[in-house]
């Protein structure tokens, strides 16, 4: 995991206050030297922390393609790695047995259904019993049945891909005979593939669909690959203390496969204008934080505040400081509340300010 602050901080120009401190000169309050400070403004920029976790690829959709019938298998209608189109024909099974049924049941069907007409109106002239016409009926009802069903074989006698995507290895071979729910291929859709990771529950609260995300793969070390957040689960998992996230990502190369492992990089906060100052300037008390402000007097004052992220040697400011603000980063201990200050050359503050 690591933090991630994009963050400046412009040094405060020595002769900011130069006139408020010279009127302090030979004494200040309380007849007090001038103690010398390294100070900065505070500034407003945009602040960002970022989660880095281990994830991994899957396809957008992945089907195991299985017969739906009994059958031999006459054709294979595919190669493997190809791409193909929803309801594209992939295997085609023996129909020569399952027509011949199918011609048998509608002929039954046929002298079932003659029957049933004259079954009814023989029962409206009142010259057979109720019990005979309800055979009838129940006779031309199963043979309905049965060619529905006939016909349902025969159609899934030939199998077509669900939909548009690549298919994978074949399972079965020209000759060979199957039954219902033999495995024949792999159908992986690729076009899209999303991206899968455990967040800690400690983070979710950061979370929210529609967030953006990039993540890297060991296959293209160097390239960054963007996705979106479209399901956070409503559930954790108790002995992990997790919750499952997912996001989307277009695919239209085919670079990302499933099962890849990818290094994700979760933007859990971005604010444009947060106050930011160095974190040596913090001030804490339990968790109560302050720091020391250069007023326009030249004098230093305590600022209680609420402090934010703290990353890579930087502090958010939430409540207390605003934009300009003068904050003590050295010498905070040799100073008391009203204490006159002389600031140091800025060349002092260029720890602090990345100058």
């Known amino acids: 995991m690591r933090n991630v602050l994009s963050l400046s901080v412009a040094a405060v120009a020595v002769g900011l206050l130069t006139s408020g401190c010279s009127k302090k000169a030979g004494g200040g309050a309380g007849g007090f030297p001038p103690v010398q400070v390294i100070a900065v403004e505070a500034k407003r920029q945009p ?10 690829i899957a396809a957008n959709e992945q089907v195991e393609v299985k017969a739906e019938t009994d059958g031999i298998v006459q054709e294979i209608n595919f190669a493997e790695g190809e791409r193909v189109s929803k309801g594209q024909l992939l295997v085609t099974l023996d129909e020569t047995k399952l027509s011949a049924t199918l011609a048998e049941a509608e002929a039954s069907l046929k002298l079932s259904a003659a029957n049933y007409q004259r079954a009814r109106q023989l029962l409206q002239d009142k010259l057979i019993s109720q019990q005979e016409y309800d055979q009838a009926a129940s006779t031309f009802a199963v043979s309905q ?24 290895s074949r399972q079965v071979s020209p000759g060979q005979v199957i039954t219902r729910n033999t495995t024949l291929t792999w159908l992986v859709d690729l076009d899209t593939v999303k991206v899968e990771v455990k967040v800690p529950e400690r983070y979710l609260r950061q979370l929210k669909v529609g967030q953006p995300l990039e993540f890297s793969v060991a296959a293209f070390p160097g390239e960054k690959f963007r996705g979106e957040v479209y399901f956070i689960s409503p559930q954790i998992d108790e002995s992990l203390r997790t919750a499952l996230v997912k996001a989307r990502i277009a695919n239209a190369d085919g670079k990302l496969r499933g099962g890849m492992f990818a290094s994700l990089d979760l933007r859990l906060q971005l604010r444009d ?17 302050s720091v020391f402000v250069v007023d326009d007097k030249g004098n230093a004052q305590i600022r209680m505040i609420e402090v934010g992220l703290r990353l890579a040697g930087k502090a958010e400011i ?18 008391r509340p009203g204490a006159p200050v002389k600031l140091a050359a800025p060349e002092a503050a260029a720890a602090y300010t990345g100058g």
């Open 47 to 56: 602040v960002s922390e970022t989660l880095t976790l281990p994830g991994t």
């Open 145 to 168: 049945a049965s060619v529905d069903l006939m016909r349902r074989q025969l159609k899934d006698a030939r199998v077509v891909a669900p939909f548009a995507g690549i298919v994978s």
């Open 273 to 289: 204008a947060a106050i930011v100052i160095p974190e040596p300037a913090l001030m804490s008390n339990g968790d109560n934080f």
């Open 318 to 335: 939430v409540k207390g400081l605003s934009a300009g603000d003068v904050v003590v980063v050295e010498g905070t201990q040799k100073l």
